[in-house]
């Protein structure tokens, strides 16, 4: 079957200090990936997309940065850490029609 | 640009009263549209999504949703809610392709009461 596994769940980083996020996906290929971030009150914004190996679309500017070392992998991440860039960031994968999301990390920024 | 817009940012239902949530949405192409719900923490789970066919779709635990592309409009409907609805329901919107990912509207709370 078809899983996405995300970590950390829960996350508490100083400022300035640096972000890894992963998502790995298992049970298919050649998936798209994407990273979104859910800030209270705001709703999901999509952040980057992926459609192959280093292959990286970003939908908005900002202090974050993905890339995709292999096929089902996946990673967010950030050289000096904003308290801007808190709130909960999920990893989603697609193939075709479907969009299966991960459970998420929650990351708050101090 | 694609957008989605749920008007209801909160919604508070009798257990057993009926539900209807409302989202419109703009998209330049044929739209491919979905519902999540989010529980407290966690992530999404897909409630029912529209691709062609049939504009009133089924879902999993009870919910359905009407298409009505004269309106604009994808509403999320149960006939009869749980203490367990209680939840963020997201609605969005991608492209056939799927690649360019989901643009999902802010979400409406939905509060169950006794």
């Known amino acids: 079957s078809q899983t996405i596994h995300q970590w950390p769940a829960t996350l508490v980083q100083p400022v300035g200090s640096p972000l890894s996020l992963e998502c790995t996906v298992e049970g298919t290929s050649n998936p798209n990936l994407y990273w979104y971030r859910q800030a209270a009150g705001r709703g999901l914004q999509l952040l980057f997309y992926?459609?192959?190996?280093?292959?990286i679309s970003s939908e908005v500017p900002q202090n974050l940065s993905a890339s995709r070392p292999q096929d089902r992998q996946f990673i967010l991440s950030s050289k000096k850490l904003l308290l801007s860039d808190s709130g909960f960031y999920l990893c989603?994968?697609?193939?075709?029609?479907?969009?299966?999301f991960g459970s998420g990390t929650r990351l708050t920024v101090v | 640009a694609q957008s989605v817009t749920q008007p209801d940012i909160h919604i508070t239902v009798s257990e057993g009263a009926s539900l209807e949530l409302r989202c419109n949405y703009s998209?330049?192409?044929?739209?491919?549209l979905f519902w999540y719900v989010q529980s407290p923490g966690q992530g999404l789970q897909l409630l029912l999504k529209y691709f062609s066919g049939d504009t009133l779709v089924q879902g999993i635990k009870g919910f359905e949703a009407e298409f009505k592309r004269s309106q604009s409009s994808f509403n999320l409907r149960k006939p009869s809610v749980h203490w367990s609805d209680a939840a963020e329901y997201f609605c969005?919107?991608?492209?056939?392709?799927?690649?360019?990912?989901?643009?999902f509207g802010k979400g409406t709370h939905l509060i169950i009461q006794p």
């Open positions: 969005a919107v991608g492209d056939k392709r799927g690649a360019d990912g989901l643009t």
């Open positions: 989603a994968w697609s193939v075709r029609y479907g969009y299966t």
């Open positions: 998209y330049g192409a044929t739209p491919y």
């Open positions: 992926s459609v192959g190996i280093g292959q």
